[in-house]
Every structure is written in structure tokens, then in C-alpha cells.
């Protein structure tokens, strides 16, 4: 190998997590994202995070299409939105994912 490199031969396991340990000892993570057609990237982003150790995960998307996101990823939570109106999530998404991540914070969001 080149000099100052180090051969690896395996990857280093996950920190152990405390016997007593639940989803709220892990930390909640808020996506939010998503349309009629559009669902892909908060799904991912809601597998992603419960697998690399995040205790809760909720998303925030169109009400119309929440059942699919929650299909495409059943182990995560949602709140259902009306509607984004024009390009991008709008005056209504951004509200409403600030009022979940108000609800989920441990501490002050202002």
C-alpha cells in the first residue's frame, strides 16, 4: 500500500446501545418531501435513517400520498398535508413540518 495508508480487513461494528435503550433514546428525524408521483426520496430517506440507528422517523408529505411513502417504509410514522401548491411544498408544508418538529424537539425550536 502507499505510504501512510492502512489495510482494513474488516469494518468497525456499530456502538453497543444500552439494554434499557427505545426509540426515544435514539433520536427522531423529520422528512419532509414528496408528491403525486414523487415519492422515492423521503421513502429512501426515512430507510436510510432507521438503519444507520435513528430511533423514530416521521414524514411529512401530501396527504394523498402518505400511504405510499408509509408502504414503501412501514417502520416510519407520518402526518399527511394538504396538497403543496406550485413548486415546491409552500407556505402549508413548511408549517406543518415545523409544528412535527416543534412536537418531537427536546428542546426550544424557535
Given at each position: 500500500?502507499?505510504?501512510?495508508?492502512?489495510?482494513?480487513?474488516?469494518?468497525?461494528?456499530?456502538?453497543?446501545?444500552?439494554?434499557?435503550?427505545?426509540?426515544g433514546t435514539f433520536g427522531t428525524l423529520v422528512v419532509?418531501?414528496?408528491?403525486?408521483?414523487?415519492?422515492?426520496?423521503?421513502?429512501?430517506?426515512?430507510?436510510?435513517?432507521?438503519r444507520v440507528g435513528v430511533g423514530l422517523v416521521k414524514?411529512?408529505?401530501?396527504?394523498?400520498?402518505?400511504?405510499?411513502?408509509?408502504?414503501?417504509?412501514?417502520?416510519?410514522?407520518?402526518?399527511?398535508?394538504?396538497?403543496?401548491?406550485?413548486?415546491?411544498?409552500?407556505?402549508?408544508?413548511?408549517?406543518?413540518?415545523?409544528?412535527?418538529?416543534?412536537?418531537?424537539?427536546?428542546r426550544p425550536v424557535n
Amino acid at each position: 500500500m502507499g505510504e501512510g495508508l492502512e489495510v482494513v480487513d474488516a469494518v468497525p461494528g456499530w456502538p453497543g446501545r444500552p439494554s434499557d435503550g427505545h426509540k426515544g433514546t435514539f433520536g427522531t428525524l423529520v422528512v419532509v418531501g414528496g408528491c403525486e408521483g414523487m415519492i422515492g426520496a423521503p421513502a429512501l430517506s426515512m430507510r436510510a435513517a432507521l438503519r444507520v440507528g435513528v430511533g423514530l422517523v416521521k414524514v411529512v408529505t401530501e396527504a394523498g400520498v402518505l400511504g405510499q411513502v408509509l408502504t414503501v417504509e412501514p417502520s416510519g410514522t407520518g402526518v399527511g398535508v394538504e396538497a403543496w401548491s406550485g413548486e415546491g411544498m409552500g407556505e402549508v408544508g413548511v408549517a406543518a413540518a415545523l409544528r412535527v418538529i416543534r412536537e418531537n424537539a427536546h428542546r426550544p425550536v424557535n
